[in-house]
């Protein structure tokens, strides 16, 4: 009976981490605009990445994770962290907190795997086959139509509406080159303590920015809180430590699969929390942005696990 615990429990925990992966990665767009009502971004994500490297941090050191054994792999590590968090990160926040719907914003996300495939040819020598192009050509029509009705909206056609979905498109262009370095210079040692270093380049982009162009309001409330623990240990550390058991166990491309689930999931979310409308263009360009990142992706999924 004092066994069965033990025994049970990774099969239990293999069975819905991929699962709860997917859902703890979805509440980033939510707490992105929940955030924006207490706290200006570069700040909050400043605060959020400094208490994100000392959790790493004290996680590595209880661990005995492996750090780097060359300066060289380690400014890699910072380096990466400077686009696939902060660029990212930084311009996703900024481009929610100035007006674009949570829902919107969860479907651009889907945009990264269909432009890291569409890089891939000229950054690591990947070849796109014919199925893995008209992906291509669903992703980027079901994004113009979910965004659809606030560009040929009067009210929301200006530059001013139009500059913050062209930050978070730009967004994905800085995940999309992180996520090709990481692919080409880290493809291996210890993740704990690249993900650490990762956060630290991460505060590298952002605390600039917030001590530039912010005046560093975090109002201090218990929901401004509640966001900031949630952001740290729910989705820094919750959702990365998911995925390195998930790389342990060898159940990525499960997660990986269930990740086309991220745009309506965000969408739903946001529709729950905020009452952003589920319409008729955001539907349909869900399920077509869904459809063109299972057609890029398919063989990937089917011959090895996602990279982290």
């Known amino acids: 009976m004092a066994n069965?615990?033990?025994?049970?429990?990774?099969?239990?925990?293999?069975?819905?981490?991929?699962?709860?992966?997917?859902?703890?990665?979805?509440?980033?767009?939510?707490?992105?605009?929940?955030?924006?009502?207490?706290?200006?971004?570069?700040?909050?994500?400043?605060?959020?990445?400094?208490?994100?490297?000392?959790?790493?941090?004290?996680?590595?050191?209880?661990?005995?994770?492996?750090?780097?054994?060359?300066?060289?792999?380690?400014?890699?590590?910072?380096?990466?962290?400077?686009?696939?968090?902060?660029?990212?990160?930084?311009?996703?926040?900024?481009?929610?907190a100035n007006g674009v719907p949570a829902g919107i914003s969860g479907i651009i996300a889907a945009l990264q795997p269909l432009l890291t495939a569409m890089a891939a040819p000229f950054l690591v020598g990947e070849r796109l086959q014919q199925t893995q192009k008209l992906g291509l050509v669903f992703g980027f029509i079901g994004i113009a139509i979910a965004i659809s009705p606030k560009l040929l909206d009067p009210a929301t056609a200006d530059l001013t509406h139009a500059l913050p979905l062209a930050i978070n498109l730009i967004a994905m262009g800085a995940v999309t080159y992180g996520t090709l370095y990481q692919k080409k210079h880290l493809q291996s040692g210890d993740l704990r303590s690249i993900a650490t270093l990762q956060y630290v380049g991460a505060l590298i982009l952002t605390l600039p920015l917030s001590l530039i162009f912010e005046h560093q309001q975090f109002d201090g409330t218990a929901q401004a809180f509640a966001a900031l623990i949630w952001s740290v240990f729910g989705l820094s550390m919750g959702g990365v430590g998911l995925l390195l058991y998930l790389i342990r166990r060898g159940q990525v491309s499960r997660a990986a699969s269930l990740i086309y689930l991220m745009p309506p999931a965000v969408a739903f979310e946001a529709f729950i929390a905020f009452g952003e409308p589920l319409t008729v263009p955001l539907i349909l360009g869900t399920v077509i942005v869904v459809a063109g990142v299972y057609l890029t992706n398919r063989k990937a999924v089917e011959r090895k696990p996602v990279e982290a």
């Open 4 to 96: 069965s615990f033990p025994l049970s429990s990774p099969m239990s925990l293999d069975r819905f981490a991929p699962a709860v992966f997917v859902l703890l990665w979805s509440t980033g767009w939510v707490v992105a605009k929940y955030a924006a009502l207490h706290s200006e971004p570069f700040t909050f994500l400043s605060i959020r990445y400094a208490l994100s490297a000392l959790a790493f941090l004290a996680f590595c050191l209880a661990t005995g994770a492996q750090w780097p054994k060359s300066r060289l792999t380690a400014l890699r590590a910072v380096y990466s962290g400077f686009f696939l968090h902060g660029f990212y990160l930084a311009g996703l926040w900024w481009a929610i």
